[in-house]
Structures are given as structure tokens and as C-alpha cells.
């Protein structure tokens, strides 16, 4: 099986010890993702009612999806090549995501430096999964 080392490096007298990731809660891009998904589950909270079985509940479902892919993959990983397909799926969900946040941007729900700030968030957890996927063999 393989294992991610993560950042929680321990000095032992002057060893470094790289502690193998025990959890997907540990994996810095699946932190990331969860958090995007909470800040843009408390922006949709201001959107229209009229919107709320539509682009508020179809951005919020693709949010949440890139980290429970991450998760679910997590879980999967002794199969390289269904972890590596759950990286896809949450890349694929983070790219609608931010198909949303343009949405979004254009309707006046949110303001440009919202959506800069999200898509920035967005660009950085997507390179991280694809850190990851190319990585993991």
C-alpha cells in the first residue's frame, strides 16, 4: 500500500521524522477543498430564495463533491487506479465549481473580489489534486 507523508515533521535529536498520513482529514488538500466548500455554503446563504433548487443547491453539491471524492479516493487507495479516478472526479467537480462562481458572478450574487478570491482557492486545491494524482504510483 502506498502512504503520503505529511508536513508533521517531529525532531528527535536532530532526526526528522515524516509521519505517514493516517487519514484523509490529514491531507492538506482535502482541507483545503473543505473549507472552500463551507465559505461557499455561507455565501450561497444570501442568495436569492428563487435560486435555491438551482444554482445554490448545484454550486454547493459541486463544492462539497471535490472533497468527498478526495475522501472517498482516500479510502479506495490501496487501488492506485481508483484513487487516482476519484482525483479526477474531484478535479471535475472543482471545475464545475467554479462554472457556478462565474454563474454566480454574473447574476450579481457575488461581487469580482469574491470571485477572485474562490477561484484563487479553486486554482490552488486543483493543482494540488493533480500534485497528488501524478504523484501517487
Not at 508533521?8 to 536532530?14: A, G
Not at 454550486?59 to 479526477?88: C, D, H, M, P, T
Amino acid at each position: 500500500m502506498h502512504q503520503i507523508e505529511n508536513k508533521n515533521k517531529i525532531d528527535c535529536n536532530l532526526k526528522i521524522i515524516i509521519m505517514p498520513i493516517k487519514s484523509f482529514q490529514e491531507l492538506e488538500v482535502y482541507q483545503l477543498s473543505h473549507a472552500l466548500a463551507m465559505k461557499i455554503f455561507f455565501i450561497t446563504n444570501t442568495f436569492p430564495s428563487e435560486e435555491k433548487y438551482s444554482l445554490t443547491d448545484q454550486i454547493r453539491r459541486s463544492s462539497r463533491s471535490v472533497a468527498v471524492n478526495i475522501a472517498e479516493g482516500w479510502g479506495k487507495r490501496i487501488y492506485v487506479n481508483n484513487f487516482e479516478k476519484q482525483l479526477v472526479d474531484a478535479n471535475g467537480s472543482l471545475e464545475e465549481s467554479k462554472s457556478w462562481l462565474l454563474l454566480s458572478k454574473d447574476c450579481s450574487y457575488i461581487t469580482n473580489e469574491q470571485q477572485d478570491e474562490l477561484f484563487k482557492e479553486a486554482e490552488t486545491i486543483g493543482s494540488k489534486i493533480w500534485r497528488l494524482h501524478e504523484r501517487w504510483k
